[in-house]
């Protein structure tokens, strides 16, 4: 743990969790358990954050991501501004440089940037000088998601991630959850399984750390927990799916999947749900799923991703 007085947040923008090293973590799920208990209170706001100002910048929909950095922000008594691409001058054609100067201008300690490009939030940050958060960037990186998924599983866990197994499993071509999660997965010292039709595993998945099955039976067997994904139905013009009633019936996670795994797992899926084609509503609703603690979760650590940012040059609290 980061008990550790040398130990120093030293990062000016959360791009991807490959930045962090495993003390970095610990710290920042250290401190998100903090903040946790302000959750529960029946007054939720503290003034941690009082006098900072966060800028929620999303060119790409969100219900989790977006709300939960704004109640964040809020429980921490930060000035929260949301600017989405409907309703700005994105729109008119302004570039993702003149947006993104024109929201410094304005003095922010923190922008929260969601985008469909891989590579933007990288791209505002090395523009910016105030702090900057990736909420996601098309298919490459979705750092809090999967900082949250750690928090979700330590609490599950007991914080003892080590010889524990997790089955990522459905359209993880397309995930930029599974890609920040198998790194961190790793980091932590869990064992990664992935699991979907050759079609929608990504070029490369061979160099990733995980074992890869094309048969969920095989694939569940004695793991600790399962990782849903979402189908993007969004994206499979390119005829990677001939048929979705086939992906259900070889693909969705129900209870006779669970009852191969361990007595205990836990089903996580990062939302939105597509209920009856990647998971079942028996799954989805029942006694191991931790899907809406995913979500409480997502408050408390980005919380702790907000206040590590827009204090790092404050000597910052212990965990
Ligand atoms: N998990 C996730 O990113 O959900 P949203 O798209 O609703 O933010």
């Known amino acids: 743990m980061t008990n550790d007085n040398r130990y120093h947040w ?7 969790v490959t930045q962090l090293s495993l003390p970095d973590v610990q710290h920042l799920l250290d401190i998100a358990a903090g903040f946790q208990e302000i959750n529960l209170r029946p007054v939720k706001k503290v003034p941690t954050l009082k006098g900072k100002t966060v800028v929620l910048f999303f060119v790409e929909n969100s219900t989790r991501t977006k709300t939960s950095f704004d109640v964040a922000g809020k429980r921490l008594s930060a000035d929260t501004y949301s600017l989405a691409k409907t309703g700005s001058s994105l729109n008119k054609g302004e570039s993702l440089k003149d947006t993104g100067l ?9 922008v929260v940037i969601r985008h469909p490009s891989s590579g933007a939030a990288e791209f505002l940050a090395e523009r910016l000088s105030c702090g900057v958060v990736n909420a996601g960037d098309g298919w490459h990186a979705h750092p809090t998601q999967a900082l949250l998924d750690a928090f979700t599983l330590r609490q599950a866990w007991n914080n003892d991630f080590a010889g524990k197994t997790l089955l990522i499993l459905g359209d993880i071509a397309h995930s930029r959850v599974a890609r920040s999660n198998v790194h961190l997965l790793n980091m932590l010292g869990v064992h990664v399984r992935l699991c979907a039709p050759r079609t929608l595993l990504p070029a490369g998945v061979d160099h990733w750390q995980a074992d890869v099955y094309d048969d969920l039976d095989a694939a569940v067997r004695d793991v600790d927990a399962v990782m849903a994904l979402r189908l993007q139905l969004e994206r499979q013009q390119a005829g990677l799916l001939p048929d979705l009633s086939e992906y259900s019936r070889r693909y969705c996670l129900t209870a006779r999947h669970l009852s191969l795994a361990r007595p205990e797992v836990g ?9 009856g084609l990647e998971i079942s509503d028996e799954v989805a609703d029942g006694p191991h799923s931790l899907v809406l ?14 206040y590590l940012l827009a204090t790092r040059n404050e000597g910052g609290l212990s965990a």
């Open 10 to 16: 030293k990062h000016k923008d959360l791009l991807d």
């Open 102 to 110: 024109t929201l410094q201008a304005m003095g922010p300690d923190v």
């Open 267 to 275: 089903v996580l899926h990062p939302g939105p749900l597509n209920r």
């Open 293 to 306: 603690k995913q979500v409480a979760s997502g408050v408390s650590t980005r919380m702790a991703v907000l």
